[in-house]
């Protein structure tokens, strides 16, 4: 009971203050207030972190420490997935000063200046994905990491919890949008886990079993006599 309290007061907090679902990490600005923003989130994520480790290692319940980990996961989650989200208008690649510099010069009749700052622009938004992916494969690594972890302790000591579904359904989807590869070589690092391709596709709840195909066409409905 001292470990759902602890973790149902975390869990509400982070909710209020933290996950993307209720409107933080929805970057706007520049791309270079953007990445900075994104880093001072990092460092709220890493507080949280460390807040629900505590949940994990002061109280010997098996489901509210899987349910920890998991949370642990979608803290990053919710990062990566601000970051991955944030494009034009909200995310704009020069200040107003430097854009109207850019364009007196694209406009211009001097093929030298329209050169650089064509090269100006082709910089920035280089830099920008650059900086972009590697955030994301750094949230990345830690989500799908603590995500696969809650599984993997929800089946060694045979409890269930709502937000270890949700670390199933996230790691499902995750599978098509951070590709199979990156997916196996992080999940493949959690002992006992047993990784195998396509893993959380198959085992997320909520799956609909379709009938097979026969090839044959559905039969006309029958004539009232």
């Known amino acids: 009971m001292a470990a759902e ?5 975390t869990d509400q907090d982070i909710r209020s203050s933290f996950d993307y679902d209720t409107g933080h990490h929805h970057y706007k600005g520049t791309a270079v207030d953007v990445i900075s923003t994104y880093q001072k989130d990092a460092v709220e994520a ?3 972190y460390d807040k ?3 949940i994990v290692d002061d109280y010997a319940a098996p489901e509210w420490a899987a349910a920890a980990v998991a ?8 990062l990566r ?10 995310l704009i690649m020069f200040d107003k000063k430097t854009e109207k510099l850019l364009k007196m010069a694209e406009t211009s009749d001097n093929p030298d200046l329209q050169e650089k700052a064509d090269a100006a622009r082709t910089n920035v938004q280089n830099a920008w994905r650059d900086k972009r992916e590697k955030e994301l494969n750094s949230a990345d690594e830690i989500m799908v990491d603590r995500y696969a972890n809650s599984v993997m302790l929800a089946r060694r ?3 269930s919890n709502p937000s270890v579904v949700r670390a199933i359904q996230r790691l499902a989807f ?7 590869a990156k997916l196996a070589q ?18 997320r709840p909520g799956l609909d079993t379709a009938p097979e195909a026969n090839g044959m066409a559905s039969p006309l409905p029958a004539l009232p006599q």
């Open 5 to 9: 309290g602890a973790f149902t007061l």
């Open 157 to 159: 000591y045979n409890v």
């Open 174 to 180: 995750f599978t098509d949008v951070i590709g199979e």
């Open 71 to 78: 949370r642990q996961g979608s803290l990053y989650d919710s």
């Open 46 to 48: 890493k507080k949280w």
């Open 186 to 203: 992080y999940g493949g690092r959690v002992k006992d886990l047993n990784y195998t391709p396509g893993m959380f596709l198959r085992i």
């Open 52 to 54: 629900l480790q505590h």
């Open 81 to 90: 997935t601000g970051l991955y989200e944030t494009r034009p208008p909200a």
